[in-house]
């Protein structure tokens, strides 16, 4: 009994201290032991009849967290260097003599080799790309690169142990590259000068040392003893292109005398001018003479004619002849006497002529019997001077072939020339302002081009054209919200295998592609319209959107369809379907097409003027909160209208070449093109119809006021 009860004791006494050292009741052996810091000392399990497990020894260490949140902060980049260091510096303060704090020294020693690696590798790039630089003459990105080691590196220890003295020295080096090539770009620039003068550019020899103030002694010496050369030789040019500009003016004022046949008055001017260039001389002499000639040959004409009075003869007029006997001669014209025959009677008529009614040759034949002699060659200038006179340059420019040697017919081949760009341009210009009111800028666009080829840098066209090529941007429902919009133009849109259509791609972005329903695919790249693309349906075949299609709650949408009808054979065929929960539809009505649009709630209506083959643009436009109308279309013109659509109807399906319900009504014919829109104002709709029509080559279709009847829409318009 004594010996049980000491047991007992013994057993009390022990898990008294147990309890005691864990600092807890003997009846709280059932919860969980409490977390401590790993430096507390681990406690016994106190010994409970219901448990025998010991408590869980704490792993919770303040030192290791913050070494480990710390290393968190360490890029490969170091880019936080200095942050980090200051962080370790306090961590080892605060943790000082413990475990980690080894370890945060050995991290330290660590970053920085890692830290002085980078250093040297971004010294050693920047050391190459100088190098580089001094072939290419990249200096500022150069010394960029080694200001960016400073920015980078100048908190380590690096950087004042070694890389501050690495890239000052670079630096230097860097500067003496910099100076040494720019000395070699001067001294290039001076030969360049050089080079110039001999050719005889003086200006733009002078340009190239213009800056030479900020050159070394030695190569300003040189570039002012160049300039000094250039200066009086450029002035000289200068002079002698003034003189030229003075001996073409007056000239000029010759031609325009001569021009306008005012010989007296030329002869009088060239007279009194004197030119300085030996050219221009020789022209303005022989001029003289020319218009000497001429001015005697004006009353040349008129001794010589009558030097033929009374004789008969055969007169070359302008458009014509005139047979008769000369029989008066004044210095206004002559008169001429014709005999003819009536019931065998002579009868004879006086005709009046003025001098300008004959022909040049005929006057130049009188001229001559009483005149001085005129040269072939002379005879061609005076023509060409005439010709210009009445702005007729096709006659001009056809008789300077016959100017032979005579001084005056190079100049007259340039005033030919200058006259024909100068018109060409006035042409162009005419044309493109014209086109620009009608919005063809395309067309404004070619014209600008051709007015600027004549007349380099000319503002008016320069301005035009900007404008014009801004807005002549070919416009393409891409530039509008489109519901859906399938294009067999575009062959890649399009899904085939030999041609039997898998799938015809949306372009609107919305998904709402259309794939082949009963009687098989399709077919693809059998057929073309205007060099486009089609698919073509043989009457047992349609496509149907797979999902993503949706009219808008608003009731207000648009469907264009560009189509060709091979055969429609029965009534209820339809070219295009929409439904689901209501419906829309545009069916044959006969066995020809003759378009019945047809929509659920309204009364069906047929199209005017048909049937229709196409190919052709039908258009459906629904309005339910504007004209409260659903108008049928082809080619832009209205053929049907359903009035009283004033409740909106959805669909969420569209079909292509079927009628819908039971989808067994299908079309024999090709599709190019399928829009839905829900934009309705008659601006897009025409924008849509032009871009069609031009597209697919249907613009004669188009109603002679359409705005794009003569082009398509561009961006802008």
């Known amino acids: 009994m004594v010996a049980v009860g000491a047991g007992a004791v013994i057993l009390v006494f022990c898990a008294v201290l147990g309890t005691l050292l864990i600092g807890r009741n003997p009846s709280d052996h059932d919860r969980p032991a409490e977390k401590s810091s790993s430096a507390d000392v681990p406690t016994a399990a106190p010994v409970s009849s219901s448990s025998q497990e010991p408590t869980p020894v704490s792993t919770v260490n303040p030192a290791a967290d913050q070494l480990a949140k710390i290393q968190t902060e360490i890029t490969p980049d170091l880019e936080a260097y200095a942050e980090v260091n200051d962080m370790l510096d306090q961590f080892l303060k605060s943790y000082a003599g413990t475990p980690e704090a080894q370890r945060a020294k050995a991290l330290r020693a660590e970053i920085e080799t890692n830290f002085t690696k980078l250093a040297e590798e971004a010294l050693t790039d920047a050391r190459a790309a100088a190098e580089a630089s001094a072939s290419s003459g990249t200096f500022d990105e150069a010394e960029s690169n080694f200001r960016d080691i400073e920015t980078r590196f100048g908190s380590g220890n690096w950087f004042e142990s070694k890389g501050k003295a690495a890239v000052e020295e670079a630096l230097a080096g860097l500067a003496k590259q910099r100076e040494a090539w720019a000395l070699k770009q001067m001294a290039g620039t001076l030969e360049n000068a050089r080079a110039e003068l001999a050719a005889g550019r003086f200006e733009e020899a002078s340009k190239l040392i213009a800056n030479r103030a900020r050159w070394p002694v030695e190569l300003r010496t040189q570039a002012s003893e160049l300039a000094a050369a250039i200066e009086p030789k450029m002035a000289a040019a200068a002079a002698a292109k003034k003189r030229a500009e003075e001996d073409e003016a007056m000239l000029a004022g010759f031609d325009r005398l001569m021009m306008a046949g005012e010989y007296v008055q030329a002869r009088d001017y060239a007279k009194s001018k004197e030119v300085s260039g030996a050219q221009y001389g020789e022209m303005l002499r022989s001029g003289e003479r020319l218009a000497e000639k001429m001015a005697e040959a004006a009353g040349a004409v008129v001794k010589g004619a009558r030097t033929q009075l009374g004789k008969k003869m055969e007169l070359k007029l302008t458009n014509d002849t ?284 047929t199209f005017a003027g048909g049937p229709f083959a196409g190919p052709s643009i039908f258009e459906i436009v629904l309005d339910c909160t504007g004209t409260k109308t659903i108008v049928g279309y082809v080619d832009g013109d209205a053929k049907a209208t359903c009035s009283g659509y004033s409740k909106p109807i959805t669909m969420t399906g569209l079909g292509t070449m079927v009628k819908g319900g039971n989808r067994m009504q299908k079309m024999d014919g090709f599709v190019g093109e399928i829009i839905v829109c829900e934009d309705v104002t008659p601006a897009t709709r025409q924008k849509i119809e032009g871009y069609l029509a031009h597209k697919w080559g249907l613009a004669a279709n188009l109603p002679e006021d359409h705005p794009y009847k003569s082009g398509p829409p561009v961006v802008g318009q």
């Open 322 to 605: 005139q047979k008769g006997t000369l029989k008066e001669v004044t210095n206004a014209g002559l008169t001429v006497t014709t005999t003819y025959l009536i019931n065998k009677q002579e009868h004879k008529q006086d005709i009046e002529l003025k001098w300008d009614a004959l022909h040049d040759e005929q006057r130049q034949a009188f001229a001559r019997l009483g005149g001085p002699e005129i040269e072939p060659a002379e005879a061609a200038v005076a023509s060409i001077y005439s010709a210009l006179g009445s702005s007729d340059l096709t006659a001009a420019r056809e008789v300077l072939g016959a100017t032979g040697d005579h001084p005056l017919g190079v100049r007259l081949a340039k005033v030919v020339s200058v006259r024909e760009k100068r018109m060409a341009y006035a042409s162009a210009m005419e044309l493109a302002k014209e086109q620009a009111k009608e919005n063809h800028w395309r067309v404004v666009v070619a014209e600008c081009q051709k007015a600027l080829e004549i007349e380099p840098g000319d503002k008016e066209a320069v301005e035009l054209l900007e404008k014009a090529r801004r807005l002549a941007v070919p416009w393409n429902p891409g530039d509008i919200k489109t519901l859906a919009w399938f294009d067999a133009g575009d062959k890649a849109s399009i899904t085939a295998s030999d041609g039997l259509i898998s799938l015809w791609s949306d372009k609107s972005g919305k998904g709402a592609h259309l794939r082949p329903g009963g009687g098989g695919p399709p077919i693809s790249g059998k057929r073309s319209l205007n060099g486009l693309n089609v698919v073509d349906f043989d009457g047992r075949n349609y496509m149907y959107t797979s999902g993503n299609f949706a009219t808008p709650a608003s009731g207000n949408f648009a469907v264009f369809q560009v189509t060709g009808i091979d055969a429609a054979g029965f009534h209820t065929k339809a070219i295009i379907t929409l439904e689901r929960p209501d419906w829309v539809s545009l069916t044959a009505g006969a066995s020809q097409f003759k378009g019945v649009l047809g929509v659920s709630g309204l009364k069906g209506r």
